[in-house]
């Protein structure tokens, strides 16, 4: 495993980070068992950073890691944790109150602290707004943020899938830096690219965080605009390249997203132990820029200007 600084903090992360969006599956037994093995094959292949979100199965995805860490307490001196919050779902048995986000100062200290308890810790290492809140209000959050600073129920803030202005917006009125932004880049969704996303992260030292990376390639990419033509030119390229590098098609897709100078670091999310591992493959390939640019090419299916 490689680790890299993250900014603006005194920690040291895995370059690649273990997402347990998927740990509880359909939280039956046999799926908390093999959600359980799959965090402790990450810990074994060296992964020390964890995200977590408050709705990640309902809230079970935290609880079955604190289990992890009651079970081994002595792993929390080890590893990162980092959860989100903001996204409320849709009322049960309500037709009235629609799934929708909320940046309030009650609902996100109230996010905090049910995070802390079921994953039965004292402090998030990190904690990042998961979606943009339309209605956010910069000077609540940046008082919301200054609070659970002070209290020592998060060392660090981040936003999560936010837009360069919504992230200047709230920067302009905070006291402490915006750590990373975690945001979905992939072969198919590449806007962090081209929307200034990634520009912002390089002139901020904010670490940027891939969800779904493999996202068109390993699975379906959220909101698939690819034609099967387009499909054929990836897969053609990821071939090529994964001859040339003597690794598995998707292991390119992670090192074309690791050479980016703005340090992106990717979440894995398998709950395969083999696949965990096998990530790290990745992060030994000598890619190059060359072929970084051939691989976008096929992705466009034309040359650069």
Not at 43 to 54: L, Q
Not at 117 to 130: I, K, N, P, S, T
Not at 188 to 211: E, R, S, V, Y
Request: net charge neutral; aromatic share 10%; proline share 5%.
């Amino acid at each position: 495993m490689q680790f890299k600084h993250l900014k603006h903090t005194e920690f040291t992360s895995s370059r690649l980070i273990y997402g347990c969006m998927r740990i509880t599956g359909e939280n039956s037994e046999a799926d908390r068992k093999k959600g359980k093995a799959a965090i402790y094959s990450a810990i074994e292949a060296g992964y020390n950073h964890f995200d977590h979100a408050d709705i990640y199965g309902g809230g079970e995805c935290e609880s079955l890691f604190g289990e992890i860490l009651k079970e081994s307490p002595s792993l929390r001196d080890d590893i990162l944790i980092t959860s989100k919050a903001g996204i409320r779902p849709k009322k049960k048995h309500s037709d009235y109150s629609p799934t929708r986000y909320d940046f309030s100062k009650q609902y996100i200290l109230e996010s905090v602290n049910g995070s802390l308890g079921r994953l039965g810790v004292e402090q998030l290492d990190l904690f990042m707004l998961h979606r943009p809140d339309f209605l956010m209000n910069v000077h609540e959050v940046a008082e919301t943020f200054a609070i659970l600073k002070a209290s020592g129920k998060v060392k660090h803030f981040g936003v999560s899938n936010f837009k360069p202005s919504q992230v200047e917006s709230l920067r302009s009125v905070m006291s402490m830096p915006l750590v990373a932004n975690q945001v979905e880049i992939n072969i198919h969704n590449i806007d962090t690219l081209l929307d200034g996303t990634l520009d912002q992260c390089q002139q901020h030292k904010i670490t940027p965080i891939a969800w779904c990376p493999l996202g068109g390639v390993a699975y379906p990419a959220w909101g698939n605009t690819f034609t099967t033509e387009d499909e054929q030119r990836i897969e053609i390229e990821l071939k090529q390249q994964a001859q040339k590098y003597q690794c598995q098609p998707w292991q390119v897709i992670l090192a074309w997203l690791l050479l980016h100078p703005a340090g992106i670091f990717p979440i894995i999310g398998s709950t395969t132990p083999s696949r965990i591992a096998a990530a790290k493959v990745a992060l030994d390939l000598q890619y190059s820029r060359e072929d970084w640019y051939r691989l976008f090419e096929a992705r466009n299916g034309e040359t650069v200007p």
